[in-house]
């Protein structure tokens, strides 16, 4: 008798919550670069991070959408924020760009100054706050993964890091450390100080256990509300 | 009889037109970087612009306003624009930029993708025309006066400048070719092939010559209605 | 008689001259970079050259050797010249070398300075005459077939090109003028203003037509002695 | 007696010594860059050296003569080794390069490839080793002092730097580790993780303290035969 009570209590209390989140899970837009570009590929990060959220009993939750396109730096992101994330009405928005803003200073001459990167990443911070979306801040990962600091573009990565950090403590948002992540990751794991293979496999783009890493590392950020 | 009918004509529907060109003068806002910022020194092409209506008698007839601030690229000019221009309630706006787009890729790594060029600069005419301003577009003049087209920058400046002078034509605007311009002028002046000091200091920034020339070709554009 | 006369001496002075040529033809190397360790290939300069000698009867004259190296510079060659040139004891050698020399500047960092490129060119061109060797020097040709100067690199390309005429003239050595040649040849051929494709593959490397162009070229300068 | 015949031996044997050495004091070359080129002057590491030498009542056994030339790489100490050093009859050169080559990669497009930064460091330590000369090997101090691995070329620096204590370890050389002493200096000295004022003026040329600094490293190394 007591066991049916408590069924009905559990339905009676739980279905109307159960019902309203199925109706309308967290819609969650990754917006960045190639490395969220393939995150949504079949061993992606964003296809990781869904299978480990259904693993948890989460899955109708959440709603993983990914928005990255190669080569984007944070002007990219913040031209075509209307029409690749404001207008898929997310919840939450990943915003995880930086590593083409200190890349082509080297590889195009087209890199992007500090100061600019700090002007646009606000500039696209005060639009998703502006539409109710929490942003959730990401520092840019490697280029390189030597554990010595001796990765050509080390110095530039911590600068630039070191400002989304500033950012995030600024406007109290959600932070992702993706660059102090992986340097203590390499440090225990790269014995070797070998340039790519751990965690990517071109000194960039992850391999799959990078975008494992990766998928843990957002999922704490995503359930830490 | 006829003749002073004609004169009081003239008078009748001419003087409160002229008297509404003398309330309210056109206002002229220069939009650009160092080059625009040094346009309203003494010598500047600004101020001397300024000295040549005032001879032809049109001084007051226009008001011109300098808005340059020194190593601007587009995007700087796209980041400042309410501020600076919208705010100054122009009628027309010069549109000078695209030395530094082109220029910082060599000195700081930090240059302008062609692509990302013309979509900024899309949407500061989008910007001008939706206030009803009428812009201006300029090409980017030189950096190193050889006229041989051996100048370390010679190619991006051509492939940039063919660029505005396709929107000029795209959007029907007005264009000063200061490309075309002062190549041509230094074909003809620069018979030693020497790198700074015809109409520069030193490559870049303007001597009282250029400025003077500057001046002469920006007059034109603005006397052409 | 004396036609018999005739033909004897004739007999007599060429024979053993034409014998000792072909005991000894002429060896020639060419020196450089990436297109020229392609030039060796089926369709390279190099092989089609050796064919158009072959066609002309001049095939037992000359011994033809590449010597390229992708991504070689100007120093590069200078550090490997005794191994790879001095050491085949060559009668004559093609230097073409400065593509990578201006690429290398936006593309890593890596570039050679106007003055330090010419510095170690003359090096080159001394060790080769301390050899008894005689250097023909090429100018560098395209990093983009745009016919309007619009390519990036033009500008030095002009420039460090200027260079090498320069020491032609100095030394009185032999010019290839690429750079003029694929110039005068694009502006003729090149009607879509094209960046790759009319003489070349990718803006650099030479595509068949290419190829057989700078074969030409090469033997010319080859054969006017 | 004995021990009177102790001392007369000591006397014997060492006076002698002293006295050449007096006669002939050791000759110093210190050749490098600006940071080298500004040593010799008033408060500059090499006269500061001299100073401190003098101080230890060394002052007669070392001759220290300066080689330094502003905006130089390793191949430009290559190219004026002859001229500029072994001209000169030195017992000790100490090559203090590096900075440049990794700078100019960002500053002008010219610095130069890791692998060939190592060759032409060999062929300078095997000229010098040719003309019994000891070369003590400096690894490039800082460009830029902030502490926390944040200053631009901080990974350029770091993988050269190895570089250099590699080809000192490989051919048993002296080694001044600048990199590493300014690091831990700056570590400790830099709380206010500032850019530049600690040891330098301007993030790489030494102010008078950052002189001092260097004049005790070298001094060091010069004292540990």
Redesign the interface.
Known sequence: MKKLFNYLRLTFFTLPFLAMQQDKPLRVVFFGDSITQQGVSEKGYITQLRSMLDAKGLGNQYELMGAGIGGNKV??LY?RIEDDVLAKKPDVVFVYVGINDVW??????????LD?YV??YEAIIKKLKDNNIRPILCTPSVI?ERM?????????L??YA?KIRDLAKKHSLGLVDLRAEFQAYLEKNNTNNDERGILTTDRVHLNETGNTFLAEKMMAALLQK
């Not at 010595?148 to 530039?156: I, K, L, V």
Request: net charge negative; aromatic share 10%; proline share 0%.
């Open positions: 002007y990219d031209l082509h200073k080297r590889s195009h001459g087209t890199g992007t100054d600019k002007k646009f390189g010595d600091y001796s990765n050509e573009q080390d110095g530039d911590n600068l070191a």
